[in-house]
């Protein structure tokens, strides 16, 4: 059993497990340098857990992949800092980006840690764990990331190649450039944008407001009247982390009449839906993921029971926030379709956009980016603004020109984020399918190296000389003579042949 040989062991079993199935595969692109730079086959920006998967799948497809992440080592993605709920919200037998090996999955992890048992009684995964597994699957994979690294620019070049302009975070370091044949950018739920706040919200001070989706400590919010605008599960998260702060209230502020209650989500949650919403029409993909957007996802139940057992919390159903502003004895004003709330500090639990003027990295893409809006009207029933704002993405989560030929190369640049949901379904962020969606991607990224070096593979055949044989497996034969007598019927002939002869 993994729990009684620990740690050590499992790793020995992933390595074996590795080694039959031929993992990873021997790197066959071609080298190639440009400008002095050796280039990479596929750079990533992003070092979180859908950025490691797909380097994973890369390096087993014999692609070489490198990431380069801002974050401190250990601390890729939200797990560690802007994650506040106590347990992921996932079941915890899903496999995430194990690609398909037991070995690498949390529960293989987890049980050389602590048991069989102890796995059996663990309810959900424990936040921080989750954190602690991917940096252990990183180090076990061997996986190439760059942290502390800040892209600055990312644009294609007429050779083919995608050009990013980094810095190093280490105090002195100057900037310097990569070269990739394809870039991706896997950056999370920030994907091509950040978090989202009303406008009203820029007219407080910047001290006085926060964002859910921001790495903030709960401590100075002890003693302190705090309004958290939203209902869903990271509101009921950043409600909570003010509670066990100190918080002295604490009222969510809610539009709906009532929380959601049911995650339509998981209606879908099939391999149907795995494989095949890319290949879904259009009108289908607006349809189901609008409804998604309208019926809302509810919070957790231990999330919510997370804040509703502070006696000091208050669920204020059916209000809507209409603006703020500094009241002239230091307090915070909020007007709400229930009337004006005095607060000290506000957190906003308002979610992601997309929204290329927060990206300036990017700024060579987006006047360039296809958009749903460019090429598809909704129902008039079913306008939605965070859909029509959705890169129009390729098969390969590729970026598409609004104007054919206007940007040369765009397609070599791939969106494996959360603003990909529309155009590919969840398999770029969402645990239950970050493997399916890696898998992918690798696949297709494989294909495409191949198809640019086609010439190039074709040559390196021809000149291939390793023999397979050396000449002294066989001995030559000596052919029979011809003889007449060789065209006698046989005596076992039929006997109405023999008869004619």
Same mark, same amino acid.
């Given at each position: 059993?993994?729990?009684? =040989?620990?740690? #050590?062991?499992? &790793?020995?079993?992933?390595?074996?497990?590795?080694?039959?199935?031929?993992?990873?595969?021997?790197?066959?692109?071609?080298?190639?340098?440009?400008?002095?730079?050796?280039?990479?086959?596929?750079?990533?920006?992003?070092?979180?857990?859908?950025?490691?998967?797909?380097?994973?799948?890369?390096?087993?497809?014999?692609?070489?992949?490198?990431?380069?992440?801002?974050?401190?080592?250990?601390?890729?993605? @939200?797990?560690?800092?802007? !994650?506040?709920?106590?347990?992921?919200?996932?079941?915890?037998?899903?496999?995430?980006?194990?690609?398909?090996?037991?070995?690498? =999955?949390?529960?293989?992890?987890?049980?050389?840690?602590?048991?069989? &048992?102890? /796995?059996?009684?663990?309810?959900?995964?424990?936040?921080?764990?989750? !954190?602690?597994?991917?940096?252990?699957?990183?180090?076990?994979?061997?996986?190439?990331?760059?942290?502390?690294?800040?892209?600055?620019?990312?644009? @294609?070049?007429?050779?083919?190649?995608?050009?990013?302009?980094?810095?190093?975070?280490?105090?002195?370091?100057?900037?310097?450039?990569?070269? #990739?044949?394809?870039?991706?950018?896997?950056?999370?739920?920030?994907?091509?944008?950040?978090?989202?706040?009303?406008?009203?919200?820029?007219?407080?001070?910047?001290?006085?407001?926060?964002?859910?989706?921001?790495?903030?400590?709960?401590?100075?919010?002890?003693?302190?009247?705090?309004?958290?605008?939203?209902?869903?599960?990271?509101?009921?998260?950043?409600? !909570?982390?003010?509670?066990?702060?100190?918080?002295?209230?604490?009222?969510?502020?809610?539009?709906?009449?009532?929380?959601?209650?049911?995650?339509?989500?998981?209606?879908?949650?099939?391999?149907?839906?795995?494989?095949?919403?890319?290949?879904?029409?259009?009108?289908?993909?607006?349809?189901?993921?609008?409804?998604?957007?309208?019926?809302?996802?509810?919070? @957790?139940?231990?999330?919510?029971?997370?804040?509703?057992?502070?006696?000091?919390?208050? +669920?204020?159903?059916?209000?809507?926030?209409?603006?703020?502003?500094?009241?002239?004895?230091?307090?915070?004003?909020?007007?709400?379709?229930?009337?004006?709330?005095?607060?000290?500090?506000?957190?906003?639990?308002?979610?992601?956009? =997309?929204?290329?003027?927060?990206?300036?990295?990017?700024?060579?893409?987006?006047?360039?980016?296809?958009?749903?809006?460019?090429?598809?009207?909704?129902?008039?029933?079913?306008?939605? =603004?965070?859909?029509?704002?959705?890169?129009?993405?390729?098969?390969?989560?590729?970026?598409?020109?609004?104007?054919?030929?206007?940007?040369?190369?765009?397609?070599?640049?791939?969106?494996?984020?959360?603003?990909?949901?529309?155009?590919?379904?969840?398999?770029?962020?969402?645990?239950?399918?970050?493997?399916?969606?890696?898998?992918?991607?690798?696949?297709?990224?494989?294909?495409?190296?191949?198809?640019?070096?086609?010439?190039?593979?074709? #040559?390196?055949?021809?000149?291939?000389?390793?023999? &397979?044989?050396?000449?002294?497996? /066989?001995? @030559?034969?000596? +052919?029979?003579?011809?003889?007449?007598?060789?065209?006698?019927?046989?005596?076992? #002939?039929?006997?109405?042949?023999?008869?004619?002869?």
């Amino acid at each position: 059993m993994v729990a009684s =040989t620990g740690l #050590a062991a499992l &790793e020995a079993r992933l390595r074996q497990d590795l080694a039959w199935l031929g993992l990873p595969a021997k790197r066959w692109v071609p080298a190639r340098t440009t400008d002095g730079l050796a280039v990479l086959d596929v750079a990533i920006v992003g070092g979180g857990m859908a950025g490691m998967a797909l380097a994973a799948s890369l390096g087993h497809l014999g692609v070489q992949a490198r990431i380069f992440d801002r974050s401190a080592p250990g601390f890729e993605g @939200p797990w560690a800092t802007t !994650a506040r709920m106590e347990t992921l919200r996932s079941p915890k037998e899903l496999t995430g980006p194990a690609l398909g090996l037991a070995a690498l =999955t949390f529960r293989a992890w987890f049980e050389a840690r602590y048991g069989r &048992e102890v /796995w059996t009684a663990l309810d959900k995964i424990p936040t921080l764990q989750w !954190a602690d597994y991917l940096r252990w699957y990183r180090r076990v994979l061997a996986l190439d990331i760059r942290n502390g690294q800040h892209l600055r620019d990312l644009r @294609p070049r007429a050779d083919g190649l995608v050009q990013l302009e980094l810095a190093d975070g280490a105090p002195g370091a100057t900037p310097y450039r990569v070269l #990739a044949r394809h870039a991706v950018l896997a950056t999370g739920r920030d994907g091509l944008g950040g978090p989202w706040v009303p406008p009203w919200a820029h007219a407080l001070p910047r001290t006085r407001w926060a964002h859910s989706g921001e790495h903030w400590d709960g401590a100075p919010l002890k003693g302190l009247r705090v309004a958290v605008v939203g209902g869903g599960a990271s509101a009921m998260d950043a409600a !909570a982390t003010a509670l066990e702060a100190g918080a002295s209230r604490v009222d969510l502020l809610i539009r709906r009449p009532d929380l959601p209650r049911v995650n339509k989500g998981k209606g879908l949650g099939n391999p149907g839906m795995v494989h095949g919403y890319s290949q879904l029409p259009d009108d289908w993909k607006w349809r189901i993921r609008h409804y998604i957007n309208v019926q809302q996802v509810p919070p @957790p139940h231990g999330s919510t029971l997370r804040v509703s057992r502070h006696p000091n919390a208050h +669920f204020q159903l059916e209000t809507a926030v209409r603006g703020g502003a500094l009241r002239a004895d230091g307090s915070l004003r909020l007007d709400t379709s229930q009337g004006p709330l005095a607060v000290d500090h506000v957190i906003f639990a308002t979610g992601f956009r =997309t929204d290329w003027s927060r990206r300036p990295e990017l700024a060579s893409l987006a006047p360039h980016v296809r958009s749903w809006r460019d090429r598809f009207t909704p129902p008039p029933d079913q306008d939605d =603004t965070e859909l029509s704002g959705s890169p129009d993405l390729g098969p390969l989560f590729e970026f598409q020109q609004k104007q054919p030929g206007a940007y040369p190369g765009l397609e070599q640049v791939h969106c494996f984020c959360y603003a990909a949901a529309l155009s590919q379904g969840a398999g770029a962020g969402d645990i239950p399918q970050i493997s399916d969606g890696a898998e992918r991607l690798a696949r297709g990224l494989a294909a495409k190296l191949l198809a640019h070096d086609a010439a190039a593979h074709y #040559a390196a055949m021809q000149v291939y000389t390793e023999p &397979e044989l050396d000449g002294s497996e /066989w001995t @030559p034969a000596v +052919f029979p003579a011809y003889l007449p007598e060789d065209l006698c019927v046989p005596a076992h #002939a039929s006997g109405a042949t023999a008869a004619h002869t």
